[in-house]
Every structure is written in structure tokens, then in C-alpha cells.
């Protein structure tokens, strides 16, 4: 088999993906992700129900399939830092360069990639078992953006400080789409529009780590006062 028979091949499977899963999406928004079976969904694709199976093994596949945002990309960012770079301003970095990159690949059916975003961000959060298997798979990002965010603060990732930091930035980012904010963005959102939106969650999240930082000086200058009064009595 030559290597232009298998790219063939390989575009077909990704055509055939890409078709199930902007099927189920569009069922999913008419009728609601309990009521729509995997028959609607191949019947809609126009491909068989076993066709739908082999791609998605299980309904809720189709709202975990393919993620853009994934640990080893924000860990090789994160890693990839410049001496005077910040955690945060390479996780904002890292979300502006993916979110370029899904919204520039050229697909007809990426084209409505943003909208399928919110409607999948609203269905997880809709269904506590979904809810709770994406809030599981967001704890590892949590993780290595503490030890980032520790290590500017010259610590670790264990300290209150950076993983409170982390927690708020991450948990910002995942319920953005859900926001008064992301909702009166038209529709369908554009990549330069939702970056505003995570530019807000990354001030956030740097406000925090200022204050605190501000905070730990003014203990720090306060216990040195003291210490001076004790020594002059």
C-alpha cells in the first residue's frame, strides 16, 4: 500500500470523525445530549450505528475527542519559558497560539469549532457525571501551572499561594464559555474575540499572586518594626 493510498485513507477517517461528531453536536443542541442514542446520530451522519461505535466507543467520547488544549502542550510551553517570562504569560501565550491554530486549520467543519466549544462546556456542566470527569482531567493542568507559578515565586508548586493561582486560572479558562461574558459575544465567536476573555481570567489570577506577594512584604516589614522596638527596649 503506497504512503499516498494511506494518507487517503487517513483523510477519510478524519472526514468521517469530523461528520459524527458535528452531527451528534447539532443533535445535541436540538434534542439534548440524554435524549440523542448513537442511531440518531449515525442516521444524521449517514453512516451506520457500528460506524459511529468504532470512532466513539461511548457517547460521551464525542465531547472528549481531540481536545486542542492538551498537558503536554501547556507543559513544553511552560517549559519553553524565557528567563523573564511568567507562568501566566505563557499559559496566555500557549491559549493564544492553540486557539490560532484550531481556528486557521481550514476545515468546514472546524469552522464551527467555537460553537460546538460552548455547547460542549454547557452540556458537561449540565450532566454531573460528565461534570466530574472533565473537572478530573483538568487537575494534572492545575498541577503544572502551580510548580510554574512556584517556581517565579521562587517555591514550589505545594504553598497555598501558586496552587490557589493555578486553581483560579485554570477553573477561569474551563468555565469561561459559560460566562455572561463569553454569552454576549456573538455568535459564533471568533478566536481574537474569546482571547479577551481569557485575558480577564489571567489578570485575575496575576492579582492574586501580586497581592499576596504585597502581603508577604508588608508582614515581613512589619515583623522587622517589631523586632526593632523589642531590641531598643
Known sequence: MTAEVIDRQERRKRRTRQAIQA????????????ETTINDIAARADVAPRTVTVHFPAKEELLFDAEPFTLDGLTSRLAARQPHESALEALRDWMATTMTEVETEGSELDARFWERRALRAHIINTEPELRGRARASYYP????LAEAIGHDLG???????PRLAALSAVAGLRELYESDEAQAVRA????????????????????GIEGARLRRQELARMTSCWVARVIAT
Not at 452531527?23 to 440524554?34: H, I, S, T, V
Open 155 to 161: 517555591q514550589s508548586g505545594s504553598p497555598l499561594i
Open 188 to 207: 459564533p465567536p471568533s478566536a481574537a474575540e474569546l482571547l479577551k476573555l481569557v485575558d480577564q481570567v489571567i489578570r485575575f489570577a496575576r492579582a
Open 23 to 34: 452531527a451528534a453536536f447539532d443533535l445535541f443542541a436540538e434534542r439534548g445530549y440524554r
Open 141 to 144: 493542568f492545575e498541577q503544572v
